[in-house]
């Protein structure tokens, strides 16, 4: 199971972020963009999705991924149960979505957790 802090370890390891408070929910920012943000609860992972791809994902495990709420479908923008995603995919998804909102010099820089 994934936690706010295994999350906040690395997304805050990663350049410009920025965690903030925002309605009681923890996102995680570059600027003014949010690529990864927790339900109230923190049992619930949303970041930052190619829009396209989207429907795919759910469908390879729909216990583990679903929609985001219906205001953000419109967004690139996906959702995981915390409790249903390994340490390992919660890294790939975290670091995608952060490649997603910095410019792409940066993004094809970093070179993986711990590396």
Known sequence: MVTV???RSLALSLERTDEALVH???KFRVGQIVYVAFSRDETVMCF???R???EALIDTDPDKFLHPRQSDLRFNWACAR???LD???MQELVV???RMVVPKKL???YAGPGA
Do not use: K, L, Q, Y
Request: no cysteine; net charge negative.
């Open 87 to 89: 340490m390992a995919e």
């Open 82 to 84: 915390a409790e249903a």
């Open 5 to 7: 802090d295994d999350v």
């Open 48 to 50: 930052a999705f190619p």
């Open 52 to 54: 396209e791809e989207r």
């Open 24 to 26: 009681g929910r923890v």
């Open 96 to 98: 995608d979505a952060w």
């Open 107 to 109: 993004a094809t820089t």
